[in-house]
């Protein structure tokens, strides 16, 4: 079994230095804040694709368009 191009020996030492280095007690705290941090990301990505597809998001992105090739017309007056 391979996570991350990892075997299970190099799992194993990595978690024993993890072990070595923050102690029994920190583990379970670092691996909650990394799992919490693993969620916000994902959130953060999804949220991204949302205001994409929101209806007025297309709207408000026309309009601006709009504006935009209204202005090189106006500085050539």
Do not use: C, H, W, Y
């Amino acid at each position: 079994m391979r996570l991350f191009g990892l075997g299970p020996t190099e799992l194993l030492i990595i978690l024993a230095i993890l072990l070595l280095l923050f102690g029994p007690k920190q583990i379970p705290k670092l691996s909650r804040m990394f799992g919490k941090a693993v969620k916000d990301v994902r959130e953060g990505l999804e949220g991204n694709d949302e205001d994409e597809a929101l209806p007025g998001a297309e709207a408000s992105q026309t309009a601006a368009k709009a504006e935009e090739s209204k202005k090189p017309e106006d500085a050539a007056v």
